[in-house]
């Protein structure tokens, strides 16, 4: 049986239609067993709510009568009747909470928000989806040395994660499958077209440290996209405390100045301000378009865990790939004068 803090569970004063259960989160060592002794007790659950980071579960009965049939049997599943104003508030924060965007194309489904994010589905096919996995790998195992959690491979001038910059020296020519994609790009003109290229993997439980992409090095369009698997992408107003944190090189520990470093943990001092913050999906094989404020007011980011929560189910992550597209500046263009000057680089 699971340790739970007790404390975190607010308990029903009388009966209600939702038990607590144990044995049934993602922090859970067997996850899965306290929902399995749930479903078969009587009662007719109408739904089980896991949640992200805790070792217990909610789950739901037409009535307290049928709750109380589950509750009455002992089973070491069942914990306790849960409070009504408990209930609410975790299924009003599993819910999505980005703002509605607005639908700008149909073929293929295309989204923008009001931050400046645009979110384009369908963007390759499962082929191109396939070939870019099989090519990603092709090069990784030709390289020699340690093993890393999180790769990446460089076309064009070499990203520099010690200068958040490119390499003046490193460059590879970008293969045809990647060049291909640039004539499908939302380019608004030349400066809009990529030419520098990372292609990255990060394993189920990797994440990318909260970041502002470089504004003096780079044009305003970042282009991700994501292939493999989906994921769940955090974006952050960024505030003067945050700004402080950023500029820290702690992008830049180990690994060398091609490798992603290892993901730190953030200091007790970065705890920021109450500002505007969200999680947005990132579907497989969907290109997101980072511009205006979404590209020099917000931190992007990805928690490091091996599941997402999707509704009242939490989702396994799967082996996800990320290819990020950028347009570097000529150098009599370097700099920028945009209005976050507390992240302007």
Known sequence: MEKVPVEELEAAPSESRWLWLLNAGDMAARARSGITQAENLP??????????????????????????????????????????????????????????????????????????????????????????????????????????????????????????AVSKSASTPPPEYLTRLLDRLPARDDRDIPDQYTLQHYPPGTGIPPHV???????????????????????????????????????????????????????????????????????????????GPSRYGYTHGIKGRKHDQDGARLIARQDRYSLTMRRIKPAERIGCDCEYSHVCS
């Open 43 to 164: 009662g007719s659950p109408v739904q089980i709510v896991e949640l992200l980071a805790k070792p217990y579960a909610l789950i739901e009965y037409k009535s307290p009568e049928d709750a109380t049939k589950a509750f009455e049997t002992k089973s070491k599943a069942i914990f306790a009747y849960a409070a009504p104003a408990m209930v609410e508030r975790i299924l009003f924060n599993i819910q999505p909470n980005y703002p509605p965007p607005t639908l700008i194309s149909n073929n293929p489904p295309t989204y923008e928000f009001t931050n400046g994010l645009i979110l384009i589905h369908d963007f390759i096919g499962k082929g191109e989806e396939e070939e870019m996995i099989r090519e990603y790998h092709v090069v990784t195992s030709s390289r020699e040395g340690r093993a890393l959690k999180r790769g990446a491979v460089h076309y064009g001038p070499h990203f520099d994660y010690t200068t958040f």
């Open 213 to 291: 992409d470089t504004h003096s090095a780079f044009e305003e369009t970042i282009y991700s996209l994501s292939f493999g698997a989906s994921t769940r992408m955090d974006f952050k107003l960024c505030g003067e405390k945050e700004s402080r944190r950023l500029r820290l090189p702690k992008r830049s520990l180990g690994g060398g100045v091609e490798t992603p470093p290892p993901e730190l943990a953030p200091s007790v001092d970065s705890v920021e301000e109450k500002t505007e913050e969200w999680e947005l999906e990132l579907p497989a094989r969907s290109l997101l378009v980072m511009r």
